[in-house]
T-cell receptor, first 112, second 116 residues
Framework: GNSVTQMEGPVTLSEEAFLTINCTYT??????LFWYVQYPGEGLQLLLK?????DKGSNKGFEATYRKETTSFHLEKGSVQVSDSAVYFC???????????FGSGTRLQVQP | DAGVIQSPRHEVTEMGQEVTLRCKPI?????LFWYRQTMMRGLELLIY????????DSGMPEDRFSAKMPNASFSTLKIQPSEPRDSAVYFC??????????????FGPGTRLTVL
């Protein structure tokens, strides 16, 4: 079956630090990969996505590259802000199945 | 666009009572998903519909849970009877095949259910 593994949190960084949140996946078909963000008390918002190998998704300074050879989709940002504090979920959909399979989520705390 | 609308936002009930959660997807979307979020199990799919037809209900915990989609603009998730272990945040999401954001799911704000 499909699965997504994320690094454990919380991740605590100072403002302007570099962020990496690791994500690896297992899928039986040709997955699309996503990063969703959840702010406190809110639903999930799509942050970025990639639909095929070597695609790079980017949004709001965040980036992730679909690496088929390492089955990874790591999230990066060069300079985090306090407003980036949230829970980040890596997820996938697979061929013929539209439902998302989520990782466990990584809480990011950015301190001023 | 108003986005995905869920009601109620919060529900507190006693064990054994019936609970009904409601969802209005984004107009024009043909897929609707119900997810549940708990500390222990994270985010997991309960069921999803395509064109109002259930496609995958393998995540529905047991017979106490049922979901319906009588038309393209409304879905319900019902728990009867409710139990304390059903306490969670329930999210509804929708997506559209024909849109430029194909395969992107848009989530509602969730319903926080507490069963005492």
């Amino acid at each position: 079956g499909n699965s997504v593994t994320q690094m454990e949190g919380p991740v605590t960084l100072s403002e302007e630090a570099f962020l990496t949140i690791n994500c690896t996946y297992t899928a039986t078909g040709y997955p699309s990969l996503f990063w969703y963000v959840q702010y406190p008390g809110e639903g999930l918002q799509l942050l970025l996505k990639a639909t095929k190998a070597d695609d790079k998704g980017s949004n709001k300074g965040f980036e992730a590259t679909y690496r088929k050879e390492t089955t990874s989709f790591h999230l990066e940002k060069g300079s985090v802000q306090v407003s980036d504090s949230a829970v980040y979920f890596c997820a996938l959909t697979d061929t013929g199945r539209r439902a998302l399979t989520f990782g466990s989520g990584t809480r990011l705390q950015v301190q001023p | 666009d108003a986005g995905v609308i869920q009601s109620p936002r919060h529900e507190v009930t006693e064990m054994g009572q019936e609970v009904t959660l409601r969802c209005k997807p984004i107009s024009g979307h043909d897929y609707l998903f119900w997810y549940r979020q708990t500390m222990m199990r994270g985010l997991e799919l309960l069921i999803y519909f395509n064109n109002n037809v259930p496609i995958d209900d393998s995540g529905m915990p047991e017979d106490r849970f049922s979901a319906k989609m009588p038309n393209a603009s409304f879905s319900t998730l019902k728990i009867q009877p409710s139990e304390p272990r059903d306490s969670a945040v329930y999210f509804c999401a929708s997506s559209g095949t024909a849109s430029s954001s194909y395969n992107e799911q848009f989530f509602g704000p969730g319903t926080r259910l507490t069963v005492l």
